[in-house]
T-cell receptor, first 114, second 112 residues
Framework: DSGVTQTPKHLITATGQRVTLRCSPR?????VYWYQQSLDQGLQFLIQ???????AKGNILERFSAQQFPDLHSELNLSSLELGDSALYFC?????????????FGSGTQLSVL | DQQVKQNSPSLSVQEGRISILNCDYT??????FLWYKKYPAEGPTFLIS?????DKNEDGRFTVFLNKSAKHLSLHIVPSQPGDSAVYFC???????????FGAGTRLFVKA
């Protein structure tokens, strides 16, 4: 158990809809990262937050947004969903904001857009 | 732009033999490299790492080698065990940056 909790584990929705994925980091970790893994793809970095502030952005679509709340949990909002958004979304956390830090991953949210 | 590449999608090895997983990177600013292991229905878990000031790091059956001039690293598993069957991700990060870049992963099959 990594200590990172992601909910829900599975999500099935239709095109055009909006969903929210939730992540609770390990106790004490201030950094939260979101990654997307599509079929046969690696982990694509989406966005990072540190103590409530956005720190880095990767290949995140404009239809996607995220935030980190004062209690350090994070939410990833995906809107106007398309079939191609179907993927496994991972949240990870680390203790500090810098690089060179190993990440602790949740078990992911499997999103299926039909 | 794939800055971290794992060119072998899969690898099959006999139990007891050595497994060698390879990874190449393009960004010379990367100075820290990690390997993660992922089982089905689970998130990736950290396996081993290496700083760019080293060329080898060992942890039990797992050894990571770094060749900075070639921008290449490899993970050696000796001896391989059936429980090592998983997807292995190579990852890299750089000082001053705040994101870790992952490769596409290599699926390792260890046959009993």
């Amino acid at each position: 158990d990594s200590g990172v909790t992601q909910t829900p584990k599975h999500l099935i929705t239709a095109t055009g809809q909006r969903v929210t994925l939730r992540c609770s980091p390990r106790s004490g970790d201030l950094s939260v990262y979101w990654y997307q893994q599509s079929l046969d793809q690696g982990l694509q970095f989406l966005i990072q937050y540190y103590n409530g502030e956005e720190r880095a952005k990767g290949n995140i679509l404009e239809r996607f947004s995220a935030q980190q709340f004062p209690d350090l949990h994070s939410e990833l909002n995906l809107s106007s969903l398309e079939l191609g958004d179907s993927a496994l979304y991972f949240c990870a956390s680390s203790a500090i904001q810098g690089s060179n830090e190993k990440l602790f991953f949740g078990s992911g949210t499997q999103l299926s857009v039909l | 732009d794939q800055q971290v590449k794992q060119n072998s999608p899969s690898l099959s090895v006999q139990e007891g033999r050595i497994s060698i997983l390879n990874c190449d990177y393009t960004n010379s600013m990367f100075d820290y490299f990690l390997w993660y292991k992922k089982y089905p229905a689970e998130g990736p878990t950290f396996l081993i790492s290496i700083s760019s000031i080293k060329d080898k790091n060992e942890d039990g059956r797992f050894t990571v080698f770094l060749n900075k001039s070639a921008k290449h690293l490899s993970l050696h598993i000796v001896p391989s065990q059936p429980g090592d069957s998983a997807v292995y991700f190579c990852a890299a990060s750089g000082t001053g940056g705040f994101k870790t870049i992952f490769g596409a992963g290599t699926r390792l099959f260890v046959k009993a």
